[in-house]
């Protein structure tokens, strides 16, 4: 989705807040996205509930981090307390910084707080360099920030520029445990459905009816007899009873795909019930690119089908 095409009235974004969070820094990396209203929340859930609910026109959240995995709060509200669509997704390289009020040494530090995620993130540096330290969660790497720059002796982990924000200094540069790591961010609405560009992501959430052996394989099977290769699968508890679990399926493609819209009304007919949480354009290096070579190719291909049809005799 693009702002450019609601008019000259700013959206509303909802996001992780406050200022100086991770998911505001890959928000600005959108351009058409950062020239908006941008509306800090507290929580991913409420984020997501304003876009339900109409108060912001689009939300922005968190939904898998590279080393943490799945952000499962995120997952479980949009495949049960929401019917929101998915309009992109957007990475961002992730660097954990430890910070507090200038002057402040290592040794000085008595307490630390972050996001849970960001905390799991630098677990390594945390027992080798400050094994005494209480370390505590925060709603947001930018709300430890914030409470950090009141309060000498503690520190918070996340980006610089959330120290930028608060004033903080920092106090030792990139501490996660494993480099090369990544946030997948998605932008939601409330209705909506991009349009194919050759280089898609589908996301759904698929239920099957009968708990039988077999039955997710016969699911899966579905995908693979047709090629269509799937990013993610993910179990989640299906909020019924014990033992009863749904999938969250991100696979290749778009709705408006035949073969992909063609293996979703098979599951669909003999195996499960599924809640379509969206087709929007796929992330990662040289994406432009390959949507651009896939869409010459579709349209080579559609020439070449279209030339067949018009050889059926009436």
Not at 130 to 155: H, I, K, Q
Not at 158 to 184: F, H, K, M, S, W
Not at 189 to 205: E, R
Not at 243 to 251: P, Q
């Amino acid at each position: 989705m693009s702002a450019s095409n609601h008019g000259s009235e700013p959206l509303r974004i909802g996001y992780l807040g406050p200022a100086g969070t991770f998911t505001e820094q890959a928000l600005r990396s959108q351009a058409d996205l950062a020239s908006q209203e941008l509306i800090p929340m507290r929580t991913f859930v409420d984020v997501l509930g304003a876009t339900q609910d109409g108060d912001v026109d689009l939300g922005f959240v968190a939904i898998e981090n590279a080393i943490e995995g799945t952000v499962n709060v995120t997952l479980d509200t949009l495949a049960f307390d929401t019917n929101l669509l998915i309009q992109r997704e957007v990475l961002l390289d992730i660097t954990m910084n430890l910070m507090a009020l200038p002057g402040t040494k290592l040794e000085d530090i008595v307490s630390i707080a972050s996001h849970p995620v960001a905390n799991a993130q630098c677990r390594g540096f945390l027992t080798t360099k400050l094994p005494d330290v209480d370390v505590r969660p925060a709603n947001s790497t930018a709300e430890a920030a914030r409470d950090a720059a009141s309060r000498p002796g503690v520190a918070a982990l996340g980006p610089a520029i959330a120290g930028e924000t608060y004033g903080l200094e920092i106090v030792a540069a990139d501490v996660a445990d494993i480099c090369d790591n990544q946030t997948r961010f998605i932008l939601v609405a409330p209705t909506g459905v991009p349009k194919q560009t050759g280089h898609d992501k589908t996301t759904i959430v698929v239920t099957a009816r009968d708990d039988r052996p077999g039955s997710l394989v016969a699911i899966l099977h579905e995908f693979s007899a047709r090629n269509i290769n799937l990013s993610k699968l993910t179990s989640r508890p299906a909020r019924t009873r014990l033992g009863n679990y749904c999938f969250i399926i991100d696979l290749y493609g778009h709705i408006a795909d035949d073969i992909v819209a063609n293996c979703l009304r098979n599951v669909h007919a003999k195996h499960a019930d599924i809640k379509f949480l969206g087709s929007y354009p796929a992330a990662g290096q040289g994406s432009n690119q390959l949507r651009e070579e896939v869409s010459d190719a579709w349209q080579e291909a559609r020439v070449w089908m279209e030339s067949l049809r018009e050889q059926i005799v009436e």
